[in-house]
């Protein structure tokens, strides 16, 4: 079984940056990928963006392309986003979530951190 906490967020002031953290415990991530999704009020969850573990490669949305970056500590068994240039539009609940890296399911789920962006 795999647990996933975040932590990181906050409010920010729009042009700002925000670092998200997602640590994993439990069996090591090389045969697994991290992914960021995100759900503000009244909307569906979205996806963000994603890792596989063993390589570092990297899939991002149209929307945060260019101004988010996804990235793993390994050893750490730790995922972050970082976040820059942020937007009121990114405000909403971040979640981290793992899968197999051969597989479009994400079977684990962190609680989710707030992250809001004022005007």
């Known amino acids: 079984q795999v647990q996933l906490v975040e932590s990181g967020g906050g409010l920010v002031q729009a042009g700002g940056s925000l670092r998200l953290s997602c640590a994993a415990s439990?069996?090591?991530?090389?045969?697994?990928?991290m992914g960021w999704f995100r759900q503000a009020p009244g909307k569906e969850r979205e996806f963000v963006a994603a890792?596989?573990?063993?390589?570092?490669?990297?899939d991002y949305a149209d929307s945060v392309k260019g101004r988010f970056t996804i990235s793993r500590d390994s050893a750490k068994n730790t995922g972050y986003l970082q976040m820059n240039s942020l937007k009121p539009e990114d405000t909403a609940v971040y979640y981290c979530?793992?899968?197999?890296?051969?597989?479009?399911?994400?079977?684990?789920w962190g609680q989710g951190t707030q992250v809001t962006v004022s005007s």
């Open positions: 979530a793992a899968r197999d890296w051969n597989k479009d399911k994400y079977d684990y």
């Open positions: 439990g069996r090591t991530f090389s045969k697994r990928a």
């Open positions: 890792i596989i573990w063993s390589g570092g490669t990297t």
